[in-house]
């Protein structure tokens, strides 16, 4: 039973995190000034394609829009026009804007506001896919059959201009009521055909509801935890930059666009690369599953096994949350033709996920990374070295070059507003599709790039879960020995405790005594101490 009045939000300070991490919001006064001053370097070489209706799919008041999407249902298939933000034409490479951007990695999310990768003159005003503004884009154009599959593909320059701002519950929403937008009107189609595409590769989609926080108006300076689930729309707007990157990939492997003949000289290419999971971590799931009482027929995949879960089981939350622990290793692997051995350079890093701009930010129930777990990204990976790898396009790449959750060869390019590697990415598939030298200076900074990507994973992600702890700790820190209700997300083992979930509020803890896995139980809140960020609980209550 409630022991205390229920507190549904408490105040809580982030600025001890962002001074713990070294997260500096401020940007030099050099580097402001690149941005404000920045200009397009190729304005007269581009495409003029403003001609395509393109809507941005966000989250509400985000304004760091780094894509905007327009989906055609054609004869033989679709049509997918993606237009992503062109830093790499505003930032002089050797300027010192450039040079902060790869100290700082990539924009960080925190639920009272951003620190950005750029200064946000740029990434949320002059460079950013505002509605009703022309601007410079990097326009991917992928012709797909009717199974939503990639036929011919490239990127070009171009001038773009995006129709409307919509975020991810209105289009579930205007889906639901079979209202959507014109430009994204074929989106549920396209977007379910590429998801059994996935499952028929052997991707891994997690659709873990996240844990995230949000202030609360009616009172200055608090916050609340909420559970937000993952909706279809999320799901759909997911594949389209998960294809774009997988296009991306072929791009840099083949050394020329679709419609292209392969490319010559030195393979070099910016990759997300995931090994894929150890057989004995399936095993250890697979006798979850049975545990569980849940089927799993034995020449069934692990991502088949996963969509087909009931969402509202306690079992689902068990075995997804189970399952992010196969994804693990992931990296930026480059290749820059500098060896001969096979073998890229895989640069370890952790989890890159999209905040709520100024609004929350998000950490997914049971651990692991927001979002659908295909390349919300998570994991680590140790070094290699670089070479000249003798890799093929598509799915017949080598396994150290493919990313295991989404069951090819992979690369970032959908968001270089706020990640650095997808500046230089996109800059080797623009230079591949129009038969031009990569430049040197995407060149020079692959592997500092997947260095600083490395690095600032790390900290995006112990930032992301010191957020959530600080605010699940200040919520409960009045309410010591009250009773609650939970589902047991892990099982103890010799050296963890268990790991319980309590729906109201949301929040994810140690639990002692042994509770069984997959079952509802009662838990006796035992500690909550906002200093050290830490809760805890205990069974039986």
């Not at 790449?397 to 230089?424: E, K, M, W």
Request: net charge negative; proline share 7%.
């Amino acid at each position: 039973m409630e022991l205390h009045q229920r507190i549904v939000s408490a105040p809580v300070d982030f600025g001890a995190i962002r001074s713990e991490f070294g997260l500096a919001s401020a940007y030099p006064a050099e580097a402001t000034t690149a941005a404000r001053d920045a200009i397009d370097a190729f304005a007269g070489h581009r495409s003029d394609r403003t001609d395509i209706p393109f809507v941005t799919i966000d989250p509400p008041g985000a304004l760091d829009l780094d894509q905007a999407v327009h989906i055609e249902r054609t004869a033989s298939g679709f049509t997918v026009h993606y237009a992503i933000a062109d830093v790499g034409a505003v930032i002089d490479p050797a300027g010192p804007l450039a040079r902060e951007a790869g100290m700082r990695g990539q924009t960080f999310y925190l639920p009272d506001g951003t620190v950005p990768l750029h200064p946000t003159i740029l990434s949320e005003n002059s460079a950013s896919l505002l509605p009703e503004q022309t601007r410079p884009a990097a326009l991917w154009t992928i012709e797909c059959d009717e199974n939503a599959e990639p036929q011919r593909f490239s990127v070009v320059r171009a001038t773009v201009r995006s129709r409307a701002r919509l975020d991810y519950a209105s289009v579930q929403a205007d889906a639901d009521a079979n209202r959507l937008h014109p430009s994204i009107a074929a989106l549920p189609e396209f977007g379910t055909r590429r998801i059994e595409a996935g499952l028929a590769r052997g991707a891994i989609g997690l659709r873990l509801p996240a844990q995230s926080i949000i202030r609360d108006d009616s009172a200055d300076g608090h916050w609340r935890l909420v559970v937000e689930p993952r909706t279809a729309a999320d799901d759909w707007n997911e594949q389209v930059s998960l294809l774009t990157g997988m296009c991306a990939a072929r791009i840099m492997l083949n050394g020329s666009g679709s419609d292209g003949a392969p490319g010559a000289g030195a393979r070099i290419a910016l990759l997300r690369t995931m090994p894929p999971p150890t057989e004995s971590a399936i095993d250890s799931m697979r006798r979850t599953a049975a545990a569980l009482g849940v089927e799993w027929p034995t020449d069934e995949s692990v991502g088949r096994m996963l969509a087909g879960l009931d969402p509202k089981a306690p079992a689902t939350l068990v075995l997804m949350s189970e399952a992010t622990g196969l994804l693990r290793g992931a990296a930026y692997t480059v290749l820059d033709g500098a060896m001969d051995e096979a073998g890229g350079s895989p640069i370890g890093g952790g989890r890159t996920t999209r905040g709520a701009a100024a609004g929350g930010g998000g950490q997914s129930v049971g651990g692991g990374p927001t979002g659908g777990g295909q390349e919300a990204g998570s994991g680590r990976a140790t070094g290699g070295s670089r070479s000249t790898n003798g890799a093929r396009s598509g799915n017949n790449a080598p396994n150290n070059l493919q990313h295991s959750a989404i069951g090819a060869p992979y690369a970032h390019v959908t968001a270089p507003l706020r990640r650095l590697a997808d500046r230089f990415a996109t800059e080797i598939c623009l230079a591949r599709c129009a038969g031009t030298e990569v430049p040197q200076w995407v060149r020079d900074g692959l592997v500092p790039t997947a260095e600083s990507m490395k690095r600032s994973d790390s900290i995006a992600g112990k930032v992301e879960r010191a957020c959530i702890d600080l605010t699940e700790a200040t919520l409960l820190a009045e309410r010591g020995g009250t009773v609650f209700d939970a589902i047991v997300v892990r099982e103890a083992n010799g050296s963890r405790a268990a790991e319980v979930f309590v729906a109201d509020p949301p929040v994810v803890g140690p639990c002692l005594g042994g509770p069984p896995e997959g079952s509802n139980v009662q838990v006796r809140l035992i500690a909550a101490d906002p200093a050290t960020r830490k809760v805890g609980f205990t069974f039986p209550a």
